[in-house]
């Protein structure tokens, strides 16, 4: 079974980086969908980024485009994956959630990139942006 466990959350000033971890255990991510989510409150659970595994093609959303990166441990046998965020905003405070999808086939990274298409979840990290 695929577990999950996000790390790195925290308080940090507008204009400040943190970079999230997501370690995998019970499965290996080659030939999936990797993702990262936020939630903010009284929002509903928005697509940050994700990337396939299979090929690497990666899909940002435009409210972090420029500021955030996803990026994969290249290791051989990698379970772990990120997300670099940059020059943080006071908007960018959520729940941030790691996920992993099995990949549909013939669709694309961004049409993959929403809740309904991930089974399985981190149980969230809080970032909080603000002076």
């Known amino acids: 079974q695929l577990q999950l466990v996000e790390s790195g959350g925290g308080l940090v000033q507008p204009g400040g980086s943190l970079r999230l971890s997501c370690a995998s255990s019970g499965l290996n991510l080659d030939f999936l969908t990797i993702g990262w989510f936020r939630q903010a409150p009284g929002k509903e659970r928005e697509g940050v980024s994700c990337?396939?595994?299979?090929?690497?093609?990666?899909?940002?959303s435009d409210s972090v485009e420029g500021r955030f990166t996803i990026s994969r441990d290249n290791a051989k046998n990698t379970r772990t994956f990120y997300l670099q965020m940059n020059s943080l905003k006071p908007e960018d405070t959520a729940v941030y959630y790691c996920?992993?999808?099995?990949?549909?086939?013939?669709?694309?990274?961004?049409?993959?990139?929403?809740?309904?298409?991930?089974?399985?979840w981190g149980q969230g990290t809080q970032v909080t942006v603000s002076s």
């Open positions: 996920a992993v999808a099995r990949t549909w086939l013939g669709v694309d990274v961004r049409t993959m990139c929403v809740t309904r298409a991930f089974g399985s």
């Open positions: 990337m396939s595994t299979s090929d690497g093609s990666t899909y940002i």
